[in-house]
């Protein structure tokens, strides 16, 4: 399903909670994200920050749980330690992440064997498959050649860019 504001209120009205507007500005920005961005929490207070948005970090992180387990936004588990979260797609967009655990670069990729076994483990054991993700985690090849993990100054960043795919 894709949200609108009308959406999501006539959704959490049917669960008992309203829609604030700090919960609609939240659903805006993830609407507005280009494809395959992810954000974490406080990445996303950040830019509420920027937009002059008076939202807390504790809101940021309720509204975006919620928003998680209601199927609006999907919830990832990156290298970085935290959750990050994107907007669920309408139709099934499953994907998954090769992240390097030093740097952080995260690429996504499709992978329709992944899918099919999920599905077929779901049914042999008659689960409903909601939601299918792989992380692989990974050691990127900059860091390999600076010598990860032994030879690796502490203070090294690498010099692609950061990337939340």
Known sequence: MSYTADSLKAELNARGWRLTPQREKILNIFQNLPEGEHLSAEELHHRLEEEKEKISLSTVYRSVKLMSRM??????ELAEGHKHYELQQASPHHHHHVVCVQCNRTIEFKNDSILKQSLKQCEKEGFQLIDCQLTVTTICPEAIRMGWPSTLPSNWACTRSISLA
């Open 71 to 76: 199927g609006i936004l999907r919830e990832l």
